[in-house]
């Protein structure tokens, strides 16, 4: 405005910001123009609308105070990663913050996971204690200043400061980042807490370092994240095509699963199976100059034991990594929320998310439908995350992890908590999972008794999700393959074909039931599927079957769990295809047990040949009104492929095609009845990259419109935005 010789003002007010612009006729076009093409690197517009109004005689440009009204609703930026001009002083050695691991502007930096409270300004934020020093509060008052009310603003001087720590406690003495680093390249573990939690590091190319961190983490499979630090160090280890450069550059910085390169320098440890790695780039001044200092690229994985939370605080990371850690990298700017990294990869050009959180959350989710009522909607067990829902804006939380445990549980309620303090949002409706031992469901129906509740299905919530992702009201045919959901018969769903919409939706096909002896046992240990499928197949002929490794198991536990399932006995059924996928991979590549959720699936899909095969053979079957797709035709003709001596590796890849090109033939059956053509894929099976392209090309093929999720994860991480707009929408009605 200064600039343009413009006067008038700038004033935040509830529904937006209102600009008042007066000056000579051909500088006010000037201005809008560069208004669009000069935007701050964080804004987004959604709307502009202007008008002429008489001129007012201002003399000057000024920033109005906010509408105490507007400062009670305004958004919350989330973490940010380090902005180019801020990476530029602090490898200036001319600068005053040259070397300072928390310099930050208003275009980058912490947000969310040091604000306590709104308004957003520094009081109510973990950077309270820290007073500005002359200089940073010149800045920070200066409309034209790059860090004007940058609200964590910080230099060497006015702290925050970093210091090193033994794992019994002891400081250590000496330049504190530099003996993170000489320890890093010793081979020793350091712990260093960064934006949203305790990172757990080592040297990455470092084979003994990956395993001994693997050994103390009891965390002997699972892929570790890793750090380098540029595009050009990622090229070292994957392949980066420009739209991955572009996910890895962005403001949020996830985690990006990228194809390693055949000489990939990584130690095997760091993703032992994969192709893949998940690699991120620094997003903190602090992660910039560890990798600086230390020379090396680095694992990055959460700072906790297996199945607990990320650790967050101090003290608490002290008492639960000392075991894990052989030093810590503190610093004393205080974590109010824990937020664990986002995920996310590449898919046909798109960024697709596998986990949204630190640089996403909690930008809301802008919908294209509005809703009277606020909700809470509280997600499901296993990758938990609660929504808030208000109008036209759904606020999904950072990932919370598996509720299966007192720590997770609280940081579900202080989430929840905090959300609805920062966003001043009080439901009038709770929707909770129909699973009733979920702790969310729990949590539900604990809630005040003056809110109702409201149960929705595991796989409506699902495909309700992936409407809500791309817009869509009307009726879609909604396919929903996961592991497992509870279904409205009593067993678990996972291989679902809904005609559905936003506010109910009939269960129109879905694959055959098959038991899970064992029950949760049974996802631990996918040979029980195996074995289920093998016997429903081959009946009695299953226990003398030629198959490598089998044997043993089929002779001491067999008999047993062939009872189990006869008298349904802690055996219950289920359609999932995820857990269909776990079966086969028993068979095909060995895995009789899972240390993680996902494992066998994974390895089924590590497993599959690359190029095109031909489907094996599969049958859909009609009970009653509904098609439903033969689990054990489809397992059985994968065991007659391995007893003919077909590879494992093709008969991976043929079981993917099948299961595609089966799911196509089922929505091509559907359309005709229903007169539906829109299909949305949802779940967490469908983060199988090879069987989401298979499957929606083969939809491609049949002429039906497809749509899959690009704002939420497929998985679980997205289930809560589904039920928050079947909530909302039910209410409505």
Sequence with gaps: ALAHGLSGYVRNEPDGVVLELEGPDRELPAFMKEFHAQLPPLAQVESLEYR??????????????????AQRFTLISPDIALCPACERELRDPRDRRHGHAFINCTNCGPRFTVIRDIPYDRGNTTMAPFAMCPDCAREYADPRDRRFHAEPIACPRCGPRLRLIAAEGAPVAGDALLGAAELLRAGGILAVKGLGGFHLACDAQNPRAVDELRRRKHRDHKPFAMAVADVQAARRFCRVSPAEQALLTSPAHPIVLLRKHTLCPAAEGVAPGFHELGLMLPYTPLHVLLLERSGAALVLTSGNQSDEPISFLD????????????????????????????????????AVPLRRSRGYVPGP????????????????ELKNTFCLLRGRQAFLSHHIGD???????????????????????????????????????????????????????????????????????????????????FGTDGNLWGGEFLIADLHDFHRAAHFGYFPL???????????????????????EAAYDLPLPGWAHLAAEHGPTLARMIERRVNSPLSSGVGRLFDAVSALLTGHARASYEGQAAMALEQLAA?????????????????????????????????????????????????LARAAAEVCMRLAARYGVRRVVLSGGVFQNMRLLERTVTALEQAELEWFTHHQVPANDGGLSLGQAVIGANRICA
């Design 610 to 658: 690359p190029g095109m095969h031909e489907p094996l053979p599969w049958e859909i079957g009609q009970i009653g009104d509904e098609p439903q797709l033969s689990s054990v035709a489809l397992f059985e003709a994968v065991l007659r492929g391995l007893l003919d001596g077909t590879a494992p590796e093709v008969l991976a890849a043929q079981f993917h095609e099948t």
């Design 52 to 69: 002429e109004i008489p001129v007012q005689g201002e003399r000057d440009f000024r920033i109005e105070l906010s509408r105490r009204a």
């Design 315 to 350: 003290e608490e990371a002290l008492r639960r990594l000392s075991p894990l850690a052989d030093a810590f990298l503190l610093h004393d700017r205080e974590i109010h929320v824990r937020c664990d990294d986002s995920v996310a990869r590449v898919w046909r050009g798109l």
């Design 403 to 485: 509720l299966q445990n007192v720590e997770t549980l609280r940081a579900f309620e202080a989430g929840i908590a905090h959300f609805q303090r920062l966003f001043q949002i009080e439901p009038r409706l709770v929707v909770h999972d129909l699973h009733p031992d979920y702790l969310s469901t729990q949590y539900a129906l604990d809630y005040p008794r003056d809110v109702p509740r409201m149960t929705v299905q595991h796989h409506h919530a699902h495909v309700a999700a992936c409407m809500a992702d791309n817009g869509i009201a009307d009726p879609v045919i909604g396919v929903a393959f996961d592991g497992t959901g």
């Design 365 to 380: 989710i802008t919908l294209a439908y509005s809703f009277r009522d606020p909700v809470l909607a509280v997600g499901a």
């Design 517 to 539: 002896p064992g029950g949760e046992q049974a996802i631990r240990e996918p040979w029980r599927i195996a074995w289920g499928l093998l016997l429903a197949a081959r009946g």
